[in-house]
């Protein structure tokens, strides 16, 4: 058992981790959202020739010369390896290198298809003649593959838990790790997200017609789709009290989250953002703010006409006249959506943002959709000096909203 009492206990963060488009590790990520250029684009991971749409979010080649990954590193799926980068990344950053056997700590991660791009490189290899493929390719196929080789990578003896609910499973394993913390059950987690490109994702977006031919606008006027992304990010969920025993410096406050389904519809949003709307209303509650104390928001803004109009209808609901006010954003036009990873990648940013004081771009081009007016920051980054409190969004296929509300620590 946690060392302080339970129920009682404030969460922070004191280490990040990332692996995205602009690169392995936080530094890359964050240089690529101050600089507010896109980095969706042609990629490699697989043949899309056959597909209506050709550019992605995906990761360089990596990591970096000086990375050991150990033994069995290049068995692992290509999840598995973007978690545990950052997963090290954001240990080290919080002071909790090593084996962490013998900590009150855990792993909570999200994951939408986990190894499925060596699946599919497996069963693409059972179609040619010859001996057919190395079955080490299978060896991390399931979801919980990411989470798992985190916790074998880092010893972690406590819960291990992988949360799959599509695009919101990064910010449920925020929230889960949050609960976690509060009733006293750890003293800190790995919590975050991690997926690959795979083209049973890339074709099945494409089928839907869900994706744009070029990088993703979203809230723009004449938006036309989401663009798909990859890699991973990771937050160290830690109790205050734990954290200033160590003498750590946390980065922000994790200050409340709140969750709902729509109930509605397997891949549409409810058209009046209900659900997701609850969601916010949670979340804020669980902070204990009002939508005055917002500073800005951080949007899961996938660019699809639909999505992006039931989300800000649901801003509109939870916030009152502060939705069209609040500061708006969306990481997803920088990096490409990372499914089942974005709400963490999504998190990792918008506490770069408080830490910056500013939102970074939403590049795309063109005006803010007049049917949503929202204050988007454009091409350029919006300066909110002093902010204390951020949101932070993931609407998932299902109906799954989760809302993510992080604060400024001084």
């Keep these: 058992m946690a060392s302080e009492a339970k129920g009682s206990r404030r969460a922070v963060i004191t280490g990040l981790g990332a692996v995205s488009a602009f690169g392995w590790g936080v530094a890359a990520l964050h240089a690529g959202l101050k600089a507010g250029r896109t980095a969706i684009g042609p990629f490699q991971r697989f043949d899309h020739t056959r597909h209506r749409t050709h550019v992605a979010g995906e990761v360089p080649p990596g990591p970096p010369p000086d990375f050991d990954g150990g033994p069995g590193w290049t068995r692992l799926s290509l999840a598995d390896r973007f978690a545990i980068f950052a997963a090290r990344e954001a240990l080290a950053q919080a002071g909790l290198e090593g084996r962490l056997g013998e900590r009150a700590a855990g792993v909570f991660f999200g994951s939408s298809t ?17 001996s057919g493929p190395p ?4 060896s991390s196929q399931q979801i919980n593959g990411p989470g798992d080789a985190v916790a074998r990578d880092r010893g972690v003896t406590g819960p291990v838990v992988t949360l799959s609910s599509a695009c919101a499973s990064g910010a449920l394993a925020l929230q889960a790790a949050l609960a976690a913390i509060r009733s006293g059950e750890l003293d800190f987690a790995v919590a975050g997200g991690s997926d690959s490109l795979c083209e049973i994702t890339y074709s099945g977006f494409n089928a839907l017609r869900a994706v744009d031919e070029a990088p993703c606008r979203p809230f723009r006027e004449g938006r036309a789709g989401m663009s798909v992304g990859e890699g991973a990010g990771v937050l160290i969920v830690e109790s205050l009290a734990h954290a200033r025993g160590r003498g750590a410096t946390p980065l922000a406050e994790l200050r409340g989250t709140g969750a709902s389904c729509d109930a509605s519809h397997m891949t549409a949003p409810h058209p ?6 609850l969601a916010l209303a949670r979340a804020l509650a669980d902070a204990d703010l009002r939508p005055d ?20 209808a649901a801003f509109r609901t939870a916030l009152g006249p502060r939705a069209a006010e609040v500061p708006l954003t969306s990481t997803k036009a920088l990096v490409g959506h990372l499914l089942g990873s974005s709400g963490a ?19 795309g081009g063109g005006r803010v959709d007049p049917a949503i007016g929202a204050r988007l920051a454009l091409d350029a980054a919006l300066p909110v000096p002093g902010a204390r409190a951020a949101l932070s969004t993931s609407l998932a296929f299902g109906g799954s909203n989760v809302a993510v509300v992080f604060g400024r620590w001084e």
């Design 114 to 130: 986990g190894g499925l791009l060596e699946s599919e490189r497996y069963f693409a290899g059972l179609q040619q003649p010859g």
């Design 135 to 138: 079955l080490g390719l299978m």
């Design 272 to 277: 009046e953002g209900t659900g997701a709307a």
């Design 293 to 312: 104390d917002l500073d800005f928001i951080n949007a899961h803004g996938t660019g699809t006409p639909l999505n992006d109009a039931a989300e800000f």
């Design 345 to 363: 990648i999504e998190a990792i940013a918008t506490v770069l943002g408080l830490r910056d004081g500013e939102v970074h771009a939403t590049p």
